[in-house]
Structure formats: structure tokens, C-alpha cells
């Protein structure tokens, strides 16, 4: 059975930092390209960052410089550090993996950015 489990949501006030993590179980972690998404309400789910078995990363404009991917094999596990976080930040992030036809997602945790 795949599982990924999102950890590190929360509520932070602007300009400070979170660092999500998904720890990946039941699958072959060093073939998977490895995602972040995003979906703020009424939003369709946007992509946040990807990282390629690789090691390949892709961003979304609106997250360049602030957030960084990053994966330990080792650990199946694919993190989200963000920094200098804005209100528009706010959002449910989930963890996708892909490999081929194979597609699976988190259930996503919540960040919130506020004052």
C-alpha cells in the first residue's frame, strides 16, 4: 500500500519559515519524481516545486528563491523548506509521486501565513 504522509504545516506570521516534509512508503522512492503542490480555496492545485530521481528540481515562479526541494533516498523522504513566507502562501500543500503511469498523492498539510 502507498502512503505519503505531509508533516510541518502550520501557522506562521509573514516572512518566517516552515519546512514541510513527506515520508514516502510502499514504493521504489529513488525512481519517483517527487512534488510539491498546492491549492488555496476557490484555486485550482498549482505546482509548488518537483524534483526528479535525478535530482532535478522545477519551481513555480511565485515560490523562486523563497523555497527549496531537496530528497534523502535514504530516508524516502522529499522536503519543502520555505522561506520568507507570504500571506498568498497560504494554502493546502500536498506530496505527489510519479513514475510512469504511477501517480499518487498525500493528504496534504496546511500552511497558513498570517499576522
Known amino acids: 500500500q502507498v502512503q505519503l504522509v505531509e508533516s510541518g504545516g502550520g501557522l506562521v506570521q509573514p516572512g518566517g519559515s516552515l519546512r514541510l516534509s513527506c515520508a514516502a512508503s510502499?514504493?521504489?522512492?529513488?525512481?519517483?519524481?517527487m512534488g510539491w503542490y498546492r491549492q488555496a480555496p476557490a484555486k485550482q492545485r498549482e505546482l509548488v516545486a518537483r524534483?526528479?530521481?535525478?535530482?532535478?528540481?522545477i519551481y513555480g515562479d511565485y515560490v523562486k528563491g523563497r523555497f527549496t526541494i531537496s530528497r534523502d533516498n535514504a530516508k524516502n523522504t522529499v522536503y519543502l523548506q520555505m522561506n520568507n513566507l507570504k500571506p498568498e502562501d497560504t494554502a493546502v500543500y500536498y506530496c505527489?509521486?510519479?513514475?510512469?503511469?504511477?501517480?499518487?498523492w498525500g493528504q496534504g498539510t496546511q500552511v497558513t501565513v498570517s499576522s
Open positions: 524534483m526528479t530521481l535525478e535530482g532535478i528540481s
Open positions: 505527489r509521486a510519479q513514475w510512469d503511469w504511477r501517480d499518487y
Open positions: 510502499g514504493i521504489i522512492f529513488s525512481r519517483y519524481t
